[in-house]
């Protein structure tokens, strides 16, 4: 599976993004996707998670204002973040995998990942 991150950029404190996250060579049959995303010099943290059932999975710090949603026909993964905050700032990357439910929020659990996309946040 090869994934394809876009939608960062810049944006001003309150705006909204919308990433996507396209994968190509697998569909996402089965899949877990998840968001996460990681600034210079500290770890890659959980931002969203969404499984195969549909059931979502939101880290404290984005509910309410963040929503993951996938096309499983586009094999594709998406994560609206509105009322964005500077601390928002970093490079979210999509992943996918299948991790057990206690297991979702935790990176090594995914077996493959995006690029990254730049998302940043200006106060």
């Known amino acids: 599976v090869q994934l394809q991150a876009s939608g960062g950029g810049l944006v001003q404190a309150g705006g909204s993004l919308r990433l996507s996250c396209a994968a190509s060579g697998r569909a996402f049959t089965g899949y877990t996707l998840g968001w996460f995303r990681q600034v210079p010099g500290k770890e890659r943290e959980f931002v969203a998670a969404?499984?195969?059932?549909?059931?979502?999975y939101y880290a404290d710090s984005v509910k309410g204002r963040f929503t993951i949603s996938r096309d499983n026909v586009k094999n594709t993964v998406y994560l609206q973040m509105s009322s964005l905050k500077p601390e928002d700032t970093a490079v979210y990357y999509c992943g996918a995998g299948n991790p057990v439910l206690s297991a979702t929020y935790f990176p090594t659990m995914y077996n493959y990942w995006g690029q990254g996309t730049l998302v940043t946040v200006s106060s």
């Open positions: 969404i499984r195969w059932t549909g059931h979502t």
